[in-house]
């Protein structure tokens, strides 16, 4: 049974009881979870490319992935209400609705990502400035650069996520698995051109613009102006329907959008401060730019054991959101628990082989810069502990948010990141009496230094998965009304 075939008239009752919960999660998670794979080897590829600049470079990038993360978070969670609200009208029936609300997710996204590109731009070198060690001159002028470049394609971020939710609302993972396959492909291809001087491989001149890591966010705001005008059009061509005629957001729309995305934005910037100080933590350990370059590179790594499980949080928010709107909440939660299980088995067949070969996989990405390397591998090893909770959380949460339950999973951030990770990151990187503000020293610390940090990050991934298993077995989001 193809799960994009799930409406109010269609399957039978029967079909429903008797339908293999693993198989209907898979055929929707599959493409999704191929999508992640591409964007895991597009990250990785994109570390790659920055691991042959200057270390500078590289600090400056691990600072930026803190305004990276918030603004795709930002888009996420406006993605979040449009799927949360089309799976529910479409598992119900209601063609109009869903169709109307996909418009309107797509006018509310618009302007978001106009405001967000105006903040970002605006406000680049103050957050550079911020994030990174004063010390790091040349790193905080790059990530300045780098961030005013990465703003011009905020706009087209926003629309393909929004676009992107409502497809997966209506059951189709598939033609978002082509179009952002398209985009990835045409992402890497712009940083082989944009990052590198022309060069001469094996004997083949490759031509370059050679802009460094200012050429690595104009190839990430290009592919996404690509990917956003393919995917308008080709929406129109789906159940969504003609989307080229714009209109301003309906303020009833609006404040039903927010009601969704607000709670599942506030927990992403949570998570991004939390990111920021978490980042501020590690300026102020011995070799701190170390540090945060072998952030950035593990993070990217850690990638290929989560991204799995992020594509079927995919398939668990559209199943459960069509699923109530079928009036069907123990389907919900079967094919909720049967996505997070599967995702949690994936998780760890990737995490195995990511522990062991951690030393070696770092040292591909990153070229003779062996002290990077070393902390990368740690952190790497510490997450591989808790990755697989790290797994239920991802899938749990996103099956909370497909029916519209974006409070409780804002709380467990706020408990786990702010009330955790952050506190840890601090007392147990840093010692006694360092100076953290002014006169303000730290009161305790066990001056681990990164090893700390990692450490802390690693704990309190696991502490979201337990409160995410929690949260969801107690079913309040069966309830929620949007």
């Known amino acids: 049974m193809s799960p994009v075939a799930v409406t109010a008239d269609s399957p039978t009752d029967a079909q429903l009881e008797h339908e293999n919960s693993w198989r209907v999660v898979w055929a929707l998670a599959w493409p999704a979870v191929a999508l992640n794979s591409l964007q895991v080897v597009n990250t990785l590829l994109d570390r790659f490319f920055l691991g042959h600049l200057e270390t500078a470079a590289l600090t400056a990038h691990g600072g930026a992935t803190n305004v990276m993360f918030l603004m795709f978070s930002l888009a996420v969670a406006v993605a979040t209400g449009a799927t949360a609200l089309v799976s529910r009208a479409y598992g119900a029936g209601k063609r109009l609705e869903y169709r109307r609300a996909s418009r309107q997710s797509l006018a509310v996204a618009l302007f978001a990502g106009l405001a967000s590109a105006a903040i970002t731009l605006l406000g680049s070198h103050v957050m550079a400035s911020f994030v990174l060690p004063a010390k790091d001159v040349q790193a905080v002028r790059l990530m300045a650069d780098f961030v005013v470049a990465y703003s011009l394609g905020l706009p087209a971020i926003y629309i393909v996520q929004a676009l992107a939710g409502s497809l997966r609302g209506i059951g189709d993972t598939r033609s978002p698995m082509v179009i952002s396959g398209i985009q990835i492909l045409i992402h ?112 990217a790594i850690e990638s290929i054991m989560f991204m799995p499980a992020f594509g079927l949080s995919v398939a668990a928010s559209a199943l459960v959101g069509q699923s109530l709107g079928m009036k069907r909440p123990e389907r919900a ?150």
């Open 188 to 299: 890497i291809a712009l940083n082989c051109v944009l990052i590198f001087p022309t060069r001469s491989l094996g004997g083949i001149v490759v031509p370059g613009a050679g802009l460094g890591l200012v050429g690595a966010a104009i190839a990430l705001a290009a592919s996404a102006w690509i990917a956003a005008i393919i995917y308008v059009f080709y929406a129109g061509k789906t159940p969504l329907g003609f989307l080229l005629r714009f209109r301003l957001p309906e303020r009833e729309w609006v404040v039903r959008i927010l009601r969704i995305a607000v709670p599942a934005a506030t927990m992403s910037v949570l998570r991004v401060l939390s990111l920021t100080a978490f980042t501020l933590a590690l300026g102020l350990i011995p070799r701190g730019s170390e540090a945060i370059a072998a952030m950035s590179i593990g993070f």
């Open 333 to 482: 939660e079967r094919l909720g628990w049967s996505a997070a299980h599967l995702g949690a088995l994936v998780t760890v067949a990737l995490a195995l082989p990511v522990f062991f070969l951690a030393d070696d996989i770092a040292a591909i990405m990153l070229k003779d810069k062996p002290a990077v390397v070393e902390e990368a591998s740690t952190l790497l090893r510490y997450l591989c502990a808790t990755e697989i909770l790290f797994g239920y959380a991802m899938v749990l949460i996103g099956a909370m948010q497909g029916a519209g339950d974006t409070v409780r999973p804002m709380w467990i951030s706020i408990f786990a990141l702010w009330g955790m990770r952050v506190p840890l990151a601090f007392v147990m990187a840093l010692s006694t009496g360092t100076p953290l503000i002014g006169s303000l020293t730290l009161p305790f610390g066990f001056g681990m230094g990164a090893t700390g940090a990692w450490l802390a990050m690693a704990l309190t991934q696991g502490v979201q998965g337990v409160m995410s298993i929690i949260a969801f077995k107690q079913g309040a989001w069966k309830t929620k009304k949007v």
